[in-house]
């Protein structure tokens, strides 16, 4: 069974930066893609960033490119989202997931809430 925990989130003003962590348990997480997705009230999931288990490949929203950085640390089995100059819009639930023996995201989070004020 895998699990994912989410912690870090919070309310900051606009500018501010917050670092949101994912804790994984299941022995297939270390060799998983991870990522990160966001849900802001009335509006559908989307996606935010996402890094490969073997290469450390990452991949970003062009909403947060220059802002979020994403990073692993397989032996450890979490996730990390560096989020800077942190802006209004960014206000979300945000989650983690994992794809887990496949290429689409198998396994999600319960998320943390997120909160940029002006």
């Known amino acids: 069974q895998v699990q994912l925990v989410e912690s870090g989130g919070g309310l900051v003003q606009a500018g501010g930066s917050l670092r949101l962590s994912c804790a994984a348990s299941?022995?297939?997480?270390?060799?998983?893609?991870m990522g990160w997705f966001r849900q802001a009230p009335g509006k559908e999931r989307e996606f935010v960033a996402s890094i490969t288990w073997s290469a450390g490949i990452t991949t970003y929203a062009d909403s947060v490119k220059g802002r979020f950085a994403i990073s692993r640390d397989n032996a450890k089995n979490t996730v990390s989202l560096q989020m800077n100059s942190l802006k209004p819009e960014d206000t979300a639930v945000y989650y983690c997931?994992?794809?887990?023996?496949?290429?689409?995201?198998?396994?999600w989070g319960r998320g943390t809430q997120v909160t940029v004020s002006t």
């Open positions: 997931a994992a794809a887990v023996l496949t290429r689409k995201y198998n396994y």
């Open positions: 299941g022995r297939t997480v270390s060799t998983s893609d």
